[in-house]
C-alpha cells in the first residue's frame, strides 16, 4: 500500500455496494466526488452521519459531488442498518455504502491505522476532483462525528480554486471575500475579478466571491 498524498491519481478500483457494484473512477464520472469510511455498522456515531449525508443531497448535487460511503461490514448488514438510519435520522438513504468485507479498499486507502484499531477503518474522508486527483483528505477518530457543512466549505473553496484561480482565507464561509491566487497578475485582474479587488499587500489582494 502506497502513501496517498494530495495531487495523487485516486487509486482505482471495483467494490460491492449496496447500489450494485461500482467501479470507483467509472462511477465519478466527469465530477466530484468523496470517498468516506466509517469504523461499524449499527454504531451510534455513524448512524448519525449516513443520515446527515443523505439530508445534504441537494447540496452535493449543487456542487456536482457524488458521495460513497464504505465499512468493512458486508452487504446484508449494510441494508439492514440503513433501514435503521432511514428510521431514526427521518430521511432515506440516497447513496451507495462499500461492503469492504475482504479490507482491499480501506487498504488501497490506507483507512485502517492499527494503532488505534486493528480492525476497523478510521474516519477518512477524501474528496476527489473530476481529473480523478485527491483534493483532500482528512481523517477523525472513531469516535468523533464529522462536520459535514466544513466539507461543503472545503468543496466550495475547492471548487472556487478550480474555476476561478482563487483561494479562500482563514475561517472562510461562502460569501465572503476571496484571496486572488498569487499565479494572477494584476493585468489580468479585471477580466478576471469584475467586482473588484483590494491590494492590501501585492501578495494578499482580495475579491469579493463571484456568483
Ligand atoms: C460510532 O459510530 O458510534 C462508533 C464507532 C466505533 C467506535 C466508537 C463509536
Known sequence: MATIRLGDVSPNFTAQSTEGIINFHDWLGDGWGILFSHPADYTPVCTTELGTVAKYKAEFDKRNVKVVALSVDGLESHKGWINDINETQNTTVNF??????DRKVSELYDMI??????????????????????????????????????????IDSLQLTAYRKLAT???????????????????????????????????????????
Not at 96 to 101: C, S, V, W
Request: charged share 25%; hydrophobic share 35%; proline share 12%.
Open 113 to 154: 491505522h492499527p494503532n488505534a484499531d486493528d480492525k476497523l477503518t478510521v474516519r477518512s474522508v477524501f474528496v476527489i476532483g473530476p481529473d480523478k486527483k485527491v483534493k483532500l483528505i482528512i481523517t477523525y477518530p472513531a469516535s468523533t462525528g464529522r462536520n459535514f457543512d466544513e466539507l461543503l466549505r472545503v
Open 169 to 211: 482565507p482563514a475561517n472562510w464561509k461562502s460569501g465572503e471575500d476571496c484571496v486572488i491566487s498569487p499565479s494572477v497578475t494584476n493585468a489580468e485582474i479585471p477580466e478576471l475579478f469584475p467586482k473588484g479587488y483590494r491590494e492590501i499587500k501585492p501578495y494578499l489582494r482580495m475579491t469579493p466571491q463571484p456568483d
Open 96 to 101: 451507495p455504502i462499500i461492503a469492504d468485507e
